[in-house]
T-cell receptor, first 117, second 109 residues
């Protein structure tokens, strides 16, 4: 498995502002992902964070709204830009550790609970 | 059509009962399947992978029917600690995961 931390754990923000969420892993991982879980709903993949290149976004998500960085194999950031109340959600980082690749077993960070007023 | 469809429940069962959850997936090319467990206000955690031949882990049994694109999870001898939301998950083509909406289970004393 992998130990994953996210910062901040929660935040309350004003509409129109931006928030950057950090995800740190205790070991090098091949793949990192960002998910969103809106209130009462399941998880939706936002994008795959690619090390050294632009993130791969899922349908409905764009780089201007959710810019992602991945400078190395243990760290990634997700920014939620120009926030509106509809962005209120839990944002989760997940990783696919190298040793778990064969089993495709992903592990999730504790999440960042965002409330936009 | 959603990638993964799951009965949302809720399921309220007495301790010791056997309960089964089902889900269906839309992409016949999918190769990897999982059940995750999510406790209230916590992140999802992998419960078990689902293999073609079916697999068992203690009180939990997972089965896959590729012809019907159907996955199941059986929990025997339910414990209070089994109360959680169970997420059916299918791996996409690029290692990303598609989640069902989850089935909420409450085990009652």
């Amino acid at each position: 498995s992998a130990v994953i931390s996210q910062k901040p754990s929660r935040d309350i923000c004003q509409r129109g502002t931006s928030l950057t969420i950090q995800c740190q892993v205790d070991s090098q991982v091949t793949m990192m992902f960002w998910y969103r879980q809106q209130p009462g709903q399941s998880l939706t993949l936002i994008a795959t964070a690619n090390q050294g290149s632009e993130a791969t976004y899922e349908s409905g998500f764009v780089i201007d709204k959710f810019p992602i960085s991945r400078p190395n194999l243990t760290f990634s950031t997700l920014t939620v830009s120009n926030m509106s109340p509809e962005d209120s959600s839990i944002y989760l980082c997940s990783v696919l550790p190298r040793l778990a690749e064969i089993y495709n077993e992903q592990f999730f960070g504790p999440g960042t609970r965002l409330t936009v007023l | 059509r959603k990638e993964v469809e799951q009965d949302p429940g809720p399921f309220n069962v007495p301790e010791g009962a056997t309960v089964a959850f089902n889900c269906t997936y839309s992409n016949s090319a999918s190769q990897s399947f999982f059940w995750y467990r999510q406790d209230c206000r916590k992140e999802p955690k992998l419960l078990m992978s689902v293999y073609s031949s079916g697999n068992e882990d203690g009180r939990f049994t997972a089965q896959l029917n590729r012809a019907s694109q159907y996955i199941s999870l059986l929990i025997r001898d339910s414990k209070l600690s089994d109360s959680a939301t169970y997420l059916c998950v299918v791996k996409g083509t690029a290692n990303n995961l598609f989640f069902g909406t989850g089935t909420r289970l409450t085990v009652i004393p």
